[in-house]
């Protein structure tokens, strides 16, 4: 009967029914599995399979990565240029506000290069305000002048009158006409009388040879026997008055070598006056005052009243032609007279030549003072040898050697031999006044005879005469167009200097201004990054120099990173990649400091792939919107949860209680009468336990559960 009560109280009391609340308000989204147990003393029914409740909870799908924190602002700063380091005023670790220095190079050739950028810049400018300016009053003053001597040159190449060498052009033809007329006519009678004159001497002269001489010839000849042969017997007994020659000349070379040794204090003073007067010559020369500049204005002046006189003159078309010529001659003394007195003017200061002459008095008048004071060695021994010389000449005198009198009494024997020959005339003495009058009838008849060899070369000296004559008359011709074209040149540069600066010569002063403005700026724009600065406030992370080292270009020396810029790159595979978008919301937790977190938003997807080991993986950059309260620093280990999707109020059942077959996906809904039917169902977002119903379920249903997750919640 007790047996019989338990089973029909099993049948009226259902078995022990697991139900699972999907308590999303209380939990948080969590399940909650309940089991109702039988009352003690009941005999429970066969186990029915645990269910759960639906109901609506918030519910997000979310991918977990393993990356790193790292810096998004962080700068490798490197010169521009290479040089040698000067001074490192950071290290790593230390903090560092924008724009600080933290390497310095030496900078002393960048200086002096912007110096030398800015010397040529002043230099151009100056240059480009003088070409704005125009021609300064002296500079036309000068051109006007030079027009005025233009002018000048022109009316005296058009008024000359062939000039000094068309003149002698004309008298070189006039001669060798006259030369060639000589030669076809005979020669002139003059020519012919001075050749027959000399036939004649030379006749007479050897006429005398023949005859025995002539007495003028034997008187010279006896003159010159009687000189030798009183040197003769001077040598051998020497005159007193030839000997106190010789040893008054001896005392000469002798006081004279005296003087250079020790030369006498009036001899000094005498030289030191003639320094001093040379030097002071020169000063008054130097000293000279120059022409004022008021006096040669209108000396310059006068030259311009003198000229526009003659132009008045020479077009004056009134009077008789030797009036105008008279009143033209007059107007061109004038200008002459106005020119001399400014050249004058110009040159009143002392010429180049002057100085220099005078300098070169004062050189010698020193060297002569210095020599008398420190005679030089050669100047001494020269001395020296005159001293000898002349006690050689003395010894002479006084004893003559037997070489010198054997010279004396040769020259006797000479001249003795040079009488007895003109006394007597030898054969060769007649060849030879043969010979000369042999060659003077030549020369008359030639002079009574033309001859056919000088005719033609008479006949090319006149040609060529001609010839030099006709290129005078060019040269003349091509100085007036000289003159004419020098005329057009000075009136072209006048009219340039009075029309002031043109435009494109201001650009073209105006070019090299700015070419050195560019220099220049580039010049300090490198001065300036020889300085490394911070971009940015930040931490300095690493220095890879040491001062007096040579920073290369473009080789990082320092890193610099934004503490407060910092941000986590996770690597996602390639299945989970394709669900995360820029946006999502994620979270960061530390591997070093458990339970210490970071919020987070995705900002990038790097796309190029990371494959080792078969495995493809992206880095995913997260940004971080609430920093943990602690340091941050780039390299350490993060993990991140990133929501890839979210949705409020969804229809929720425990993900284990989907069945899938295939593509369709069913739950096991229990029935008012306990029973579970499968049903379809199309689900949505799947995170972890739970799993979102979009279709096949309402709220409130109860689905059925795998065996075993009754007991555990």
């Known amino acids: 009967m007790a047996r019989l009560q338990g089973t029909r109280a099993a049948l009226l009391i259902p078995a022990v029914v697991p139900v699972v609340l999907l308590a999303g308000g209380l939990t948080g989204g969590g399940i909650v599995y309940l089991r109702l147990s039988p009352a003690r003393g009941v005999v429970a029914a066969p186990t029915r399979p645990p269910v759960a409740a639906v109901q609506r909870g918030p519910v997000s799908a979310r991918v977990t990565a393993a990356g790193s924190i790292a810096a998004t602002g962080q700068a490798r700063l490197a010169f521009r240029s290479a040089g040698r380091i000067r001074d490192i005023h950071v290290a790593a670790g230390d903090a560092v506000e924008e724009g600080q220095p933290l390497v310095v190079l030496d900078a002393t050739e960048l200086e002096l290069a912007v110096k030398q950028a800015q010397a040529n810049v002043n230099l151009n400018l100056a240059r480009l305000e003088a070409a704005r ?3 300064r009053p002296e500079e ?18 058009q008024t000359a009158d062939g000039g000094s060498d068309l003149a002698i052009a004309q008298a070189a033809v006039e001669a060798a006409r006259v030369k060639l007329a000589a030669a076809t006519a005979g020669g002139r009678a003059e020519d012919a009388a001075a050749a027959q004159a000399a036939l004649d001497a030379v006749h007479a002269k050897l006429a005398a040879l023949q005859a025995g ?22 040598a051998k007994s020497p005159r007193p008055e030839d000997v106190a020659a010789a040893e008054a000349a001896l005392a000469a070379t002798r006081e004279k070598l005296t003087q250079f040794l020790s030369p006498r ?45 003659v132009d008045k003159a020479i077009a004056d078309a009134g009077g008789t032609p030797a009036a105008r010529e008279a009143a033209i001659r007059q107007a061109q003394i004038g200008l002459e007279t106005a020119q001399n007195n400014l050249d ?10 002057d100085v220099r002459l005078h300098q070169e008095q004062v050189a010698h008048a020193e060297a002569a003072l210095q020599k008398l004071l420190h005679p030089s ?33 040769a020259a006797v024997d000479q001249a003795q031999a040079n009488l007895d020959r003109v006394r007597a005339a030898s054969p060769f003495d007649v060849q030879v006044a043969q010979a000369a009058v042999d060659q003077a009838q030549a020369a008359l008849t030639k002079l009574l005879v033309p001859n056919e060899f000088e ?21 003349q011709e091509s100085e007036v167009e000289t003159a004419q074209a020098q005329l057009a040149q000075a009136q072209a540069a006048l009219d340039l200097k009075r029309a002031g600066p043109a435009a494109h010569e201001v650009a073209i002063a105006q070019a090299p201004v700015e070419v050195a403005q560019a220099q220049l700026a580039q010049a300090k724009w490198a001065l300036a990054n020889a300085t490394l600065r911070a971009p940015f406030a930040g931490v300095v992370a690493l220095v890879n120099a040491a001062p007096g080292e040579v920073a290369g270009a473009n080789t990082p020396v320092v890193t610099v990173f934004d503490r407060s810029a910092l941000r986590a790159d996770v690597a996602v595979d390639e299945v989970d990649v394709t669900r995360i978008k820029p946006g999502q919301a994620a979270t960061l937790t530390l591997d070093l400091v458990p339970g210490v977190t970071a919020g987070g938003h995705v900002t990038a997807i790097v796309p190029s792939a990371n494959v080792q080991q078969g495995i493809v993986n992206y880095v995913v950059q997260i940004a971080l919107d609430r920093a943990p309260e602690m340091e941050l620093l780039p390299g350490m280990t993060v993990q991140a949860q990133i929501v890839t ?19 369709e996906r069913t739950v096991a809904v229990i029935g008012p009468d306990g029973r579970a039917v499968s049903r379809p169902v199309r689900t949505g977002i799947i995170s972890g336990q739970l799993a979102e119903i979009l279709d096949g379920l309402r709220e409130g249903e109860q689905v059925a559960l795998p065996p075993g997750m009754g007991s555990s919640r």
């Open 140 to 157: 036309i003053r000068a051109a006007e002048a030079a027009l005025s001597a233009a002018r000048v040159r022109v009316r005296q190449a």
């Open 265 to 309: 204090p009036e001899d000094v003073a005498i030289a030191q006056s003639v320094v001093d007067q040379a030097r002071t010559k020169l000063a008054a020369l130097l000293d000279a005052p120059g022409a004022r500049t008021e006096d040669v204005a209108n000396a310059r002046l006068a030259v311009q009243n003198a000229q526009a006189a």
């Open 645 to 663: 999707a979210s949705r409020d109020g969804a229809l929720l059942v425990p993900a284990k209680a989907i069945h899938t077959d295939g593509k």
């Open 133 to 135: 300016a125009g021609a």
């Open 377 to 409: 060695p050669a100047d001494v021994q020269a001395a020296q040898a005159a001293v000898a010389q002349t006690q050689a000449s003395v010894e002479k005198v006084r004893s003559p050697s037997a070489h010198d009198l054997e010279a004396l009494e």
């Open 455 to 475: 005719v033609q070369a008479a006949q090319v000296a006149v040609e060529q005469a001609r010839a030099a004559l006709e290129k005078a008359r060019w040269q």
């Open 213 to 234: 001489g002539r007495p003028e010839d034997e008187r010279v000849a006896l003159a010159q026997l009687r000189q030798a042969q009183a040197k003769l017997a001077q």
């Open 344 to 353: 004058k003017l110009l040159n009143q200061a002392p010429s180049e030549w």
